[in-house]
């Protein structure tokens, strides 16, 4: 890191928790592209009509939220 990076880091440091949060969230957005590819996209897309599909035609069934999050917790545990 340089030195100037530093001494911006440790000013952002004495900022009020809400003002850090809002100033993260500026420089994430500022190197995180705010469009996907238009391919992601389409993929994206398909993939949302393909599960509604299998949800319509019985293939799939729902789940509660808690217990998918949960699971997915535990998976990454």
Do not use: H
């Not at 705010?34 to 398909?46: C, D, F, L, M, V």
């Amino acid at each position: 890191m340089s030195a100037a990076t530093e001494t911006v880091f440790i000013e952002a440091l004495s900022l009020p928790t809400k003002e850090r949060a809002l100033l993260v969230e500026k420089l994430l957005l500022s190197i995180e592209p705010t469009e996907g590819s238009p391919e992601i996209e389409a993929a994206w897309k398909r993939e949302a009509l393909d599960r509604c599909r299998a949800f319509d035609a019985g293939q799939m069934t729902e789940r509660d939220a808690s217990y998918v999050l949960n699971d997915a917790y535990r998976k990454v545990k």
